[in-house]
């Protein structure tokens, strides 16, 4: 994503294509430096992407204009789909388990939405589902089957299941005056991966 | 007509016009027990100085911020705002028919661990919930013993972890709030000398609308808590009671708790604004076999740790609390299921927990006492409660915004206290005189004296204004599979019935007034007290098999020393009924012992209106 994008998101009011586009925008900032330099002021989401288009604190994970026809909703997704095994089958041998179920799983980003547009009043409405995916999927690992036969002619079959790191946004916002809208934050921690540093995530609409 | 399509365009025009905004904010702080500990349950702080006073920790990095979600909102709309992980796991397992002795994984689900927002405009339901860890793989000993020689092996199933709060907040809020005060949900995975910590999750709100936050109607911050000390302070709490001095009986708590004297054993904190009756669990969904414990083919879960649930009535101090918590990690009860091989067994949890449900009234900034009761010798405690087996329940009430009026109705909560004593068998007679005349002051007071010659034993009291309980859940084989010709040194069980080993209270008496003079109250309703006398002994593996032996497929029956009185208002009984102040006998109870030594108790009730 390039500063440009950005600084056109900022001045999009004026430039807008169509009667209900609108902007979406992910941003991610370290905690550390959320703490440090911007937790003390109220957050602005104009200033948030002033910053991120400045490389000062926060950074675009996704940006996207969604262009749709006023009150028609729209669904944009960034990635790929994945296919996992989520059950399995045994032809008579325990020992030999098979897929039997296979599921199917966007990874990356989804964003619903359905815009509306009031003219005379300078102001949107936007009805936002937005599900993005934080981190590559990691396993869950186990052997299968269960026996307690005494010698078990075969070795058990691994079996994995996967996990999704992920963040959610759903509501209903409206923007005033066409000005950038905060629509919420996240605080990604877990007391556990003490390695890991803590990620806030917000997530904006520019109308 | 074209006046209606007039009518119809302005309608049309406020009903499209952009709604109004406000941001909800949820926040979980973990700061340390003591503190927390002293900011609820000790002074006048407002919800607003809480909150201060948890920053504030944050700046000195005395706290931790474990989830921080914010979500702008319209009125009315619904927002979601979630950060985790979708785990999968199986749902379903299969046994291969001509391999009967395998199990494998059929079906797959997604659950979710981590921090949830959920607000709702239409019923004004928030719903909060944090994951602090990870869940835990476990793993269950598998044993098929239909066979010659059987082999064990285990299956995995994962544990969750979740602090969860359901509850109804009108927003836009005038300032922040406390909506819930957890202890952690893995508190029993940390070691004990850990230092302890609380989970308060703070929620405010931001609007330009000030007049309607300035709005907000009063709520109440609930504060229910247990506290473990020794036996021998029950007199001296009691007397403070019966002296007006809740609030006394709180202050010194915490100063024993601060010296280490007492322990803090249940917790929890509510917000509660009329009837918006939270709901709040946190503790681990421990999964566990519920069919063929053996060779599961079904799973099911308990929740390890603290349910709170508080009903309120204005402002006006009336609560009603019901909590119930675990009191340690439950220890696996081990089944041996086959002679000479001991590694093969199967697996029962057994928690120990203390539960009570009080209806009281509790002064604004004040405290109320819920319960007084010993937990029994033979229930399991942590060590640092193993010489303070007596439990302390107490409420506290802080008013948050201006009060409301009282209720019209009048507050009629009782108060009440049982006693239970071993004597000699040739007592027991004139305990069961079922005659109108029957003196039972006469009868306690001469039991006391027994008692003091140590002709009789007090074996249990209890002091309530409700229900409480203290009990270890004990598993035993109910039934099996049969006996088996080919492997007579080894059996199936394929159910266990759980049974509580403890003591128990509880009561739902209404005062009538049937009689003429005002000054004599009487109660109708229903009481029952239960309490064992000594842990069950399970049958051991030698005896189910020669129980099989004879019987062909039933298991041992299990033997547990229980005493139980119920009391029901019965007129045809020509017995008084329970009059207020007074002891009323219950009547006597028998049980023989492991050793055949038949011994009889006797237990007797007071029941008081609260003052």
Known sequence: ?207 | MRHFILFLCLVGGIAMAAKPTCRLQQTIIRAPEGEVLELMARGTHSDAEVSAQLHQWLREGRAGMLSDLSALRMFPDKVVAREGTDFMWWTEEDQVLDAPTALYPMNSASFFVGSVMEYDSDNHAWKGSFSPRKPLLVYWPAVWTRQAAPKLDSVAQLDRFEQSISNKVMVPLSGPEVLAVFRPADRFEQPADAPRWLDVMEIATETEDHDLAAAQPSHQRVVAMGFAVPDEWTDELLAMHHEGGDDRILNRLLDEVKAQRAVLAMFGVQRVQGDSNPRMRSGREHAFPAEMPTFPSAWSAILVGDELNVSGAGSSGLIEVSMRSDLLQPPNATFPLALHRPELVMFWPEPATAAFRAWLKVPDHGAGLAGIMRVPDYVPLPREMSDRRTMVFIVRNDLQGKPSPPPQWKFEGLEYETLVYEIDAADAAKYQDKSPFRDDGALLAELQKTTGEGKARLLSRIWSVGDVHASQERGYVAETDGRDEAYPQQYRPTAIMQVFVGTDFNASLVPVAEHSNDKVQQFSGELTLVHHLAQPRIATLEQQLASLRETAETPCRQRFHELKWTWKKDPATGRPAITAGKPYCLGVQRDTDEDGVSKCHVAFVWVRPVK
Request: glycine content about 4%; hydrophobic content about 45%.
């Open chain 1, 1 to 207: 994503m390039n500063r440009w994008w950005l600084l056109i998101s900022l001045m999009l009011p004026a430039a807008q294509a169509r009667a209900a586009d609108v902007w979406v925008t992910l941003l991610r900032c370290p905690e550390e430096h959320w703490q440090q330099k911007l937790a003390e002021t109220k957050p602005d989401a104009a200033k948030l992407l002033a910053l991120a288009a400045a490389h000062e604190g926060p950074e675009v994970a996704v940006q996207v204009r969604l262009e749709t026809e006023n009150a028609k909703p729209v669904r944009w997704t960034e990635g790929k789909e994945m296919e996992f095994t989520a059950g399995w089958i045994s032809d008579g041998d325990p020992f030999a388990l098979k897929p039997r179920a296979k599921e199917k799983r966007w990874m990356g980003t989804v964003i619903e939405a359905t815009v509306e547009r009031f003219e005379d009043e300078e102001a949107v409405e936007v009805a936002l589902n937005l599900r993005h995916d934080t981190a590559a999927p990691t396993w869950t690992e186990f052997t299968y089957p269960v026996s307690t036969v005494v010698d078990p002619p075969k070795q058990k079959t691994p079996l994995k299941l996967p996990q999704f790191r992920r963040i959610e946004w759903q509501g209903k916002i409206s923007s005033k005056h066409l000005k950038p809208v905060l629509a919420g934050s996240l605080l990604v921690a877990s007391p556990e991966d003490k390695a890991d540093k803590s990620t806030r995530w917000f997530v904006i609409v520019t109308p």
